[in-house]
Each structure stands twice: as structure tokens, then as C-alpha cells.
């Protein structure tokens, strides 16, 4: 993608203005974001590792687990180690392509992610409710064929947007009023007609607001199941699903109000960016591991090798 050299005159980078300018704030949130990204990085790459390396976790719910956690790790990523560099440096800027990348990147993973929920949703509906069925519709390649449709309609999803928003003019200011560079922000900047843009953020909401109710509505209709079969197995499906559900509400719970209200006049929307980058991450992997004893027999398995392993060597 090609800009003008007038653009490029004019606008070279952006300045975020952060969670707070307070110096004793910044230095709790220096500490606090060091140490929850090291526990996302920790946490979410034990989870890919167990998964892998596990035989008895090859089934494809632990198969969508672990990429979800993959994704996590991913988006946290994207933007915690650049706020932990402004943080502890003080400058706070991006550039012009860095924030565009960001913005792609963001969206990228976020629309994989919603169309990964949706799979695992599939997963779980078909485990419960079609069990006799289960294993021969969500095979090795029907998983495959999963994952790589939720990344292809997520990198479609960043790509079609980035065509509106790419050409963009940018004469001043340059300042986002966060820590990272997301469209609302972006498209507020502008020096022209942002009309069209705010169509983007629209179609944004919709899908968002639609993804979360539709996964909400097949919860329903799971435990709606299990109750006309049988009352007992209504509070096992429920623990079942009571994870995936409390995950649902932790990603798209900020992703909507930053699209249902996209030009805030209060800072909400950045401290809840916060729980999107580095409160779910962690507490995705901490739901799954300690709600699954399947998971916690396969870590104990694996550090039982490891330390054979050790011992051996």
C-alpha cells in the first residue's frame, strides 16, 4: 500500500496519551503489565505445549483450546510489550505504518478468534447434544477446515477494511487517546469526511453485537436440549458450558462498548481495553486448566517426564 508524499509530510507517527500521566501511576502500571504479560506468555504457551504434546488431549475440543490460547497470547502481544516500552521510556509515539499494522493485526486476530468461539460453540452443541454423532463430524479435517476458515474470514475481515481506511489523510492532531491504535481512534484523526469510516465502525458493532448474541442464543438452546431430554444432565451440561460462556462474556464484553459507543467522552474504554489484552488472556488458560481434570492429569504427566528426563540426563 502506497501513500501520498503531502500525507507523509505532514503525518509521520502518532503520539498515545496513555492510561495516565501521573509518574507514580505509570510505575504501578509498569510493574502491573510486566507482570500479567509474563504470566499470559507463561500461562497460554503451557497450555499450547500440553495440548501438543499430550496424546490423550488430541480431541477437538482441547484442539480449539489451544489455539484460542494461541490467539490470546497473540493479541496480548500486539499491544502489552509496546505499552511496557512507552511505560518505562516515556515516549509514547508509533508510527504512521506501525499503528496501521496494529490496527490490521488487531482486527485480524480478533475476527479469528470470534469465528474460532463459533467453532467451539459447534464443538460443544454437537458433543452434548449429538454425541453418537460427534466424532465422525468433527474429524481431524473437520477441525482443519475450522481453524483455517476463522483465520481466512478474519484476514478477509482486516483486509476489507484496511482498503477503507488505508488513504486516509492525516494533517493534525496526532494524538490517541490510548494505548494502542484501534480504528475509532484512528478514523477520529482523519482531516476529511470520515462518513464512510464510521460505517466501518458500525459494521463492526453489528458484527460483534451479532457474533456474542448468536453464541449466547446456542448456549441456550444447548442447555434448553439437555433439559427436554433430561432434567439431571442440565447441571452437567451446565458446568460443561459455564466456561465457554464466561469466556464469550470476557471478549466481547469491551469489544462492544468500544463499538456500540465509539467515541467516548470518558476513559472506560481504555481500562477495559486492559481486560481484553491482559485480564482475559490469563484467565482463559486458568478457567479451562483448573475446570478440566483432563488438563491437569496431562500437565502432570508432562512434568512427570520432564523430570525423568532431568533425572536421566
Not at 497473540?74 to 508509533?94: E, Q, W
Not at 496501521?100 to 480478533?110: D, N, P, R, S, T
Not at 449429538?130 to 483465520?151: D, F, N, R, V
Not at 433430561?230 to 462474556?249: C, D, N, Q, R, Y
Request: with cysteine; aromatic share 16%; proline share 4%.
Amino acid at each position: 500500500m502506497t501513500f501520498s508524499r503531502d500525507f507523509c509530510e505532514k503525518m509521520s507517527e502518532f503520539v498515545f496519551l496513555g492510561l495516565s500521566t501521573s509518574r507514580p501511576v505509570q510505575l504501578f502500571l509498569l510493574a502491573f503489565s510486566t507482570v500479567f504479560y509474563v504470566t499470559i506468555v507463561l500461562g497460554n504457551f503451557l497450555v499450547v505445549f500440553t495440548v501438543t504434546f499430550d496424546p490423550y488431549l488430541h480431541s477437538p475440543m482441547y484442539f480449539f483450546l489451544a489455539n484460542l490460547s494461541f490467539i490470546d497470547l497473540c493479541l496480548s502481544t500486539l499491544t502489552v510489550p509496546k505499552m511496557i516500552s512507552d511505560l518505562h521510556s516515556g515516549h509514547k509515539t508509533i508510527s504512521f505504518q506501525g499503528c496501521v499494522i496494529q490496527i490490521f493485526a488487531l482486527h485480524f486476530l480478533g475476527g479469528s478468534e470470534m469465528v474460532l468461539l463459533i467453532a467451539m460453540a459447534l464443538d460443544r452443541y454437537l458433543a452434548i447434544c449429538k454425541p453418537l454423532h460427534y466424532l465422525t463430524i468433527m474429524s481431524p479435517q473437520m477441525c482443519i477446515l475450522l481453524l483455517s476458515g476463522a483465520w481466512t474470514i478474519g484476514f478477509i475481515h482486516s483486509a476489507a477494511q484496511l482498503a477503507f481506511f488505508g488513504h486516509l489523510p492525516f494533517c493534525g492532531p496526532n494524538e490517541i487517546d490510548s494505548f494502542y491504535c484501534d480504528l475509532p481512534w484512528f478514523i477520529r484523526l482523519a482531516c476529511t469526511d470520515t462518513y464512510r469510516m464510521e460505517f466501518v465502525v458500525t459494521a463492526n458493532r453489528f458484527i460483534s453485537m451479532g457474533t456474542f448474541f448468536l453464541l449466547l442464543m446456542s448456549y441456550i438452546f444447548i442447555l434448553v436440549t439437555v433439559w427436554k431430554r433430561s432434567s439431571g444432565g442440565l447441571s452437567k451440561a451446565f458446568s460443561t458450558l459455564s466456561a465457554h460462556i464466561t469466556m464469550v462474556i470476557l471478549f466481547f464484553g469491551p469489544c462492544i462498548f468500544v463499538y456500540v459507543w465509539p467515541f467516548p467522552t470518558v476513559s472506560v474504554d481504555k481500562f477495559l481495553a486492559i481486560l481484553d489484552f491482559m485480564i482475559t488472556p490469563i484467565l482463559n488458560p486458568v478457567i479451562y486448566t483448573l475446570r478440566s481434570k483432563d488438563m491437569k492429569m496431562a500437565m502432570k504427566r508432562l512434568c512427570s517426564q520432564i523430570l525423568s528426563l532431568r533425572m536421566i540426563s
